[in-house]
């Protein structure tokens, strides 16, 4: 499976506020229908509290 692109993920997220813990992010994408790609890079971010859309896609693609 590919990794999704940045914009995947942030379509996922829309909405999203933050800061917002790892396990927020997956509910809400989750929420939005993300697809398994972009849930599967989240529930792999470490377990912290992000503080911006630019932090979780710094993380990401790491």
């Known amino acids: 499976m590919a990794d999704p692109s940045p914009i995947d ?3 996922a997220l829309g909405g999203m506020e933050y800061p917002a813990s790892r396990e927020d992010l997956v509910k809400h994408a989750e929420g939005k229908g993300a ?10 971010l470490p377990d912290r509290e992000f503080d ?3 932090d979780v896609n710094k993380e990401a693609s790491r």
């Open 9 to 11: 993920i942030q379509k």
């Open 35 to 44: 697809d398994g790609s972009v849930l599967e890079t989240l529930k792999n």
């Open 52 to 54: 911006s859309p630019t």
